[in-house]
Every structure is written in structure tokens, then in C-alpha cells.
């Protein structure tokens, strides 16, 4: 063989590699990409089921009740040390002190 035909039978043959390498790529890309779009549905579905379920319900009406109670007592705490406030004697004048 000659050395330029053996020269474009290399250069064909390292063509035909990175073609292939390149067509491999991209269906890796593909199934990865396929893979992550169900994955993304899954937890989606998984995640909106979750939100309707009867425990998920309760537990925000619990929470809701909660911070409803809380909300209650601090209004209560509040008007209570408000009220002792007021009703604490002023602060008479020190008497004058002679010289």
C-alpha cells in the first residue's frame, strides 16, 4: 500500500470513530434526558397525591388551628400586660430638697 492510501484510510477510520462516538452521545443525552422527564412526572404525581391525601389534609387543619390558638394567647398576653401598664401609678415629682 501506499503511504497516502494508508494515510486516508486512517483519517476515514478516526472519521468513522468520532461519528459514531458523536451518534453514541447522543443517545446517551436522549435516555438521560427521557430518564429525568419521567422522574420529574414521578415526584409530581407523588407530590400532588400527597397534597390530597386525608393526612395531609389534617395535619394543615391542625397547624391552622395552632397558629389560630397561639395567635389567641399572644392577643391575650398582650392586652393583659397593656392593661397593667396603664394602670400602673405615675411617677410622682421628687420633692424639692433645700439647700
Known sequence: MQPRTLLIVA??????????NEVEGS????????????ATKKVQDALTSMQKSEVA????????????SLKSYWST????????????????????TEP
Open 11 to 20: 483519517l476515514l477510520a478516526l472519521l468513522a470513530s468520532a461519528r459514531a
Open 57 to 68: 389534609v389534617r395535619a394543615r387543619d391542625w397547624m391552622d388551628g395552632g397558629f389560630t
Open 27 to 38: 443517545l446517551l443525552l436522549g435516555s438521560v434526558q427521557g430518564y429525568m422527564e419521567q
Open 77 to 96: 398576653f398582650t392586652d393583659t400586660v397593656s392593661s397593667l401598664w396603664d394602670s400602673s401609678p405615675k411617677a410622682l415629682p421628687a420633692p424639692a
